[in-house]
């Protein structure tokens, strides 16, 4: 096995620039979810490198926002597929890119729009397959799922739906994500979703007819102490009543208030209790003459530390090891990711196998250059050995 990791890292090694040019101009493409061309250029990009390497591909409209891709090498084995996750949006707006372009310092760390989450975790995807073929795997297929509106849970399109449909059946799933600078990989992710609650109430002058009015904003602030009294941070069960409006002026009884609710979750059991329960507040009136709804407007489903996750864990823990890659250690986050959908689906997952980096999502956001590579190794070595 040491030879087959040899002439992995030989291919990477042989390819450093190429791969360094690639993420440059992914990089330099402004692709914010909500700019639609920008992620279908990105998506175009990748599908050409998926092309020239004889993947057959696919990209399936999704929304108003980006599309999928799908690029499936060696599918005639007769096997289940390895997926390799990953986003083609940032969370940049238009112009960034000219703004802040990529770059690399003195010190080996990288620059620019997306350039840590998750532009590198494409590049590491595509070479990681290009590192496969070089040295005549054949076991199992091994398609790339590349979703165009993740940074924004996917609210405004169907591609969770399209994602589970490309994921279901799978023998395992690499998601691409930002890798963490002190080598931890991600089995855990908790859930998340928004949901609406609005109270309607009836609005009249508070000094002519007081008596007549119904107060939404009462009636609110009654649910949203219910809400709140149901957290509990031990067990990651989270009821964030973040943002409320209502009343139109202060002398006129409210006719109607809205609070956005902001939920997380470590497990499927606990997101079904926070959804009963917005919907059991809903539903109870202490102001009589008020009505609410509540509308669950997004929803990401967790990624459980399931025994396949912890498994797949040990695997690539081991791999890591025997490669040369280094010790590498299992830790959860709160923040969501497509993850959540291939556990969901019973696949296991390890997540967090992009580059190292640090600064997600700010203009300080950068990447260790080095890990580009050692994580490719890693990423392909992991996928030859299961």
Not at 26 to 35: H, K, M, P, R
Not at 55 to 80: C, D, F, H, Y
Request: negative net charge; charged residues 25%.
């Amino acid at each position: 096995m040491k030879e087959v990791f040899i002439k992995i890292n030989e291919y990477v090694e042989r390819h450093r620039q190429e791969m360094i040019d690639l993420w440059e101009k992914l990089v330099n493409i402004d692709s914010g979810t909500a700019n639609g061309d920008g992620v279908r250029e990105v998506c175009t990009v990748l599908r050409k490198e998926m092309s020239a390497i004889d993947m057959q591909t696919k990209v399936i409209e999704s929304g108003p926002t980006g599309p999928v891709l799908v690029g499936e090498w060696n599918r005639e084995a007769n096997t289940a597929p390895i997926i390799l996750i990953g986003h083609m949006d940032t969370v940049f707006p238009d112009g960034t890119a000219k703004e802040n372009p990529f770059r690399i310092d003195e010190e080996g760390r990288a620059y620019g729009p997306g350039v840590l989450d998750m532009k590198a975790g494409l590049v590491i995807a595509i070479y990681a397959v290009k590192a496969l073929q070089t040295i005549g795997y054949g076991k199992h297929p091994i398609k790339c799922v590349f979703a165009g509106d993740e940074e924004k849970i996917h609210v405004k399109s169907n591609a969770k739906a399209i994602l589970a449909e490309e994921m279901k059946g799978a023998a395992a799933a690499f998601n691409f994500e930002t890798g963490y600078l002190d080598d931890g990989l991600v089995v855990g992710r908790k859930g998340g979703g928004m949901a609406v609650l609005t109270v309607h109430g009836v609005a009249v002058h508070s000094g002519i007819a007081p008596e007549k009015g119904r107060s939404a904003i009462l009636e609110m602030s009654h649910k949203i102490v219910e809400l709140e009294s149901k957290n509990n941070l031990q067990r990651g069960k989270l009821i964030n009543c973040g943002e409320i409006t209502g009343g139109t002026n202060s002398n006129t009884i409210p006719g109607e208030c809205q609070v956005v609710i902001a939920f997380r979750f470590p497990s499927a059991d606990i997101r079904d209790e926070i959804v009963a329960d917005i919907q059991t507040v809903a539903a109870k009136t202490h102001v009589k003459g008020t009505n609410a709804q509540v509308n669950i407007k997004a929803m990401m489903e967790c990624m459980e530390s399931t025994e396949g996750v912890l498994s797949l864990f040990e695997h690539v823990k081991r791999t890591a090891e025997e490669c040369g890659y280094g010790a590498v250690h299992a830790f959860t986050v709160g923040g969501v990711s497509d993850s959540g959908i291939a556990v969901t689906e019973g696949v296991p997952a390890v997540c967090a196998m992009g580059v190292k980096g640090s600064g997600n999502h700010t203009a300080e956001e950068f990447a260790v250059v080095e890990s580009l590579f050692s994580r490719t190794l890693l990423a392909a070595s992991s996928i030859y050995t299961l």
